[in-house]
């Protein structure tokens, strides 16, 4: 008889304190949720941002300028002209002049005018490398070989990152396959370090090129579901 009371006085409090958890319960899963919802748009849009700003200070406003010179000579344009139709017919500009030139690729033109750097002391060290370097990347995207991905051991044995196979050579003493790995970096995964790793040290992974990007450039966040972390050997 002496515990009913102290049953009674409990049970509201229980009751009550219930709905106050499950209300700022159900707020926070509302307000992660939106978060969600807005950080894919936002991360896009500011990566675009960069991507034409870094474009504008390169390229884009010297063509700017020279479209205002010409449309108004000496004269004021208005802001509407400088902050939107200039940048416009710039970027239509850029673009097809990229296409003449990309008519120009395989032309005597471009043949002599590759000769004539490759010639010049000094310049063609420089030119030689990122030549290669681009017809490079041209061949791989056609077939489709940098969309191999695997784990290596980095920045220190224990750890692992994923990585993309970019091409492959041989020691000259043992025969040996050596594959040129490359390392993105998060978030930007355009940024990285090139490595070079026997073939028997790194593990293929399943994951494909998207999969992969998305990993890294979430931070792990959208990792798939499974990976092959273990070697065979291990």
């Known amino acids: 008889m002496g515990d009913e009371p102290t049953r009674e006085t409990i049970r509201p409090a229980t009751a009550t304190a219930e709905p106050k958890w499950s ?22 849009f500011w990566v675009i941002a960069w991507l ?21 000579g000496e004269g004021q344009p208005p802001g509407y002209f400088i902050n939107f139709v200039a940048p416009a017919v710039a970027i239509l500009l850029v673009l097809f002049s990229l296409y003449v030139l990309g ?22 060290v420089i030119y030689a490398a990122v030549r290669k370097m681009f017809a490079t990347l041209q061949s ?18 224990g750890m692992r ?10 020691d000259v003493v043992t025969g040996r396959t050596i594959l040129c790995i490359y390392v993105p970096t998060t978030p930007v995964p355009t940024s990285g370090y090139m490595l070079m790793l026997p073939e028997e040290d790194v593990t293929e992974v399943s994951w494909s090129l998207d999969e ?23």
């Open 23 to 44: 209300l700022i319960t159900a707020i926070r899963n509302r307000i992660i949720e939106g978060l969600l919802l807005v950080l894919p748009f936002a991360i896009t």
């Open 52 to 72: 034409y700003k870094t474009f504008r200070v390169l390229v884009l406003d010297a063509v700017i300028e020279k479209v205002v010179e010409v449309v108004f």
């Open 103 to 124: 008519m120009f690729l395989h032309s005597r033109i471009h043949r002599m005018i590759d000769w004539v750097i490759l010639h010049v002391p000094g310049v063609t």
């Open 140 to 157: 791989q995207r056609q077939t489709q070989k940098f969309q191999r991905v695997v784990l290596i051991a980095f920045p220190h044995p």
């Open 161 to 170: 990152v994923p990585a993309f196979v970019t091409s492959s050579c041989q």
């Open 212 to 234: 992969t990007l998305q990993a890294i450039m979430s931070g792990g966040i959208s990792v798939p579901d499974r990976v092959e972390y273990f070697s065979a050997q291990s």
